[in-house]
């Protein structure tokens, strides 16, 4: 057998780049945790490169190189979801292990690529795709893997933590943070994926599917974005002991009796977290995930969630997983299956494919959160005491009440926590709040959670 393990890299962007970085630097390091030459053999690129070392074949024909003969495992990093699919199925096909951090495809398209890698005896790994170099997959798939995991919240889009740390540690409005994140590189020209939470949301249908056993389903995460947090709402949140992170949640609920309440919860939106959480904590651009298994309780996997190193490293440590495969297998004299020996290998969704659970995901109506509500009412008597008791009269309790000096002459903003409740009660509450004739605009609600 060849003692050597043949890469493909296609893009030749930051990370890409970072790849070859990487391996140059450490290249004795992986022979010796490996037991294997691992060499780039191919890279694709639209135009050639003068820094790329003369014996690795630059080919703009990114097809031709997904099928080489000279090639073991392809790694996909050119991001997107319709050449990028096209590049992995086709290296499946031709019997290629495949590494990718392209989190918007597996997300939206994981079902049918594992699915077709399975029946082709090939690994697609993906620890890249989530939170960069926070070995998050890895983590969830193999050091948890006798856990019943009850639920995970994680901050995994370090544009939107970035634009949340410096508005409450500076006072800077959104619009102003959001226009220096971009410069910094940390936000694109269009930021929408970002700061809408679509980003994080792709990351979050990878982490739930992992957590519970469930097929990916990123069409039914809940998703809302931090353009309307305000610095008024930033401040509030400081004076009651919170802070305001934009976070995706994966909740298993059991329905409290209720079997048409039992479900996944699948939502990123911004929340109140209390201040002296570690996940409150983790500010700039890094990324944190908690999670709250049985038996072992919460933990916290905190790093950098992007940048060419954060990510490299993800992406040689899948490698280096695949490498010891393929090693094992030729010792073993077997094929290079990774699917055909499950001993040498979780599956791609950390449970047996004929083990996912249909289990339902549960409509935004049916979230159960605490709640912090921004009223402004004009300054007369009883406005409180009517808000209060259509709050209790839709069964929502009130944790606390702040009401803060008039803004407009004769106005007043009201702050409202409230205990956990069902989200369409929430609705029916506001709905008739703003309906009274001494509020004076829509009612600022922003979900909290006490992280128990």
Known sequence: ?????????????????????????????????????????????????????????????????????????????????????DLIMHAIKNGKHVVTANKALLAEHGNEIFAFAEAHNVHVAYEAAVAGGIPIIKVMREALAANKIDWLAGIINGTGNFIMTEMRDKGRPFADVLSEAQELGYAEADPTFDVEGIDAAHKLALLASIAFGIPLQFDKVYCEGITGITLQDVNYAEELGYRIKHLGFAVRRDGQGNADDAGVELRVHPTLIPQDALLANVNGVKNAVLVNSHPLGQTLYCGDGAGAGATASAVMADVMDLVRVLGSKDNDAQSNSVQNNHGHHVPHLAFIPEQLSDTPILRAEQMITGYYLRVHAYDSPGVLADITRILSDAGINIDAILQKPAHKVGQVPVIILTLPVVESQMNLAIEKIEKLDTITDKVVRIRLDELA
């Not at 490996?34 to 820094?51: A, F, K, L, N, Y």
């Open 1 to 85: 057998m060849s003692n050597s393990i043949k890469l493909a890299i296609l893009g030749l962007g930051t990370v890409g780049t970072g790849v070859i970085n990487l391996i140059n630097d450490n290249l004795d390091e992986l022979k010796r945790r490996s037991g294997r030459d691992i060499i780039i053999t191919e890279v694709g690129t639209r135009r050639q490169r003068d820094d790329i070392d003369s014996n690795i074949m630059q080919n703009s024909d990114l097809m031709a190189i997904a099928a080489s003969d000279n090639v073991d495992i392809v790694i996909e990093v050119i991001g997107g979801t319709t050449l990028a699919k």
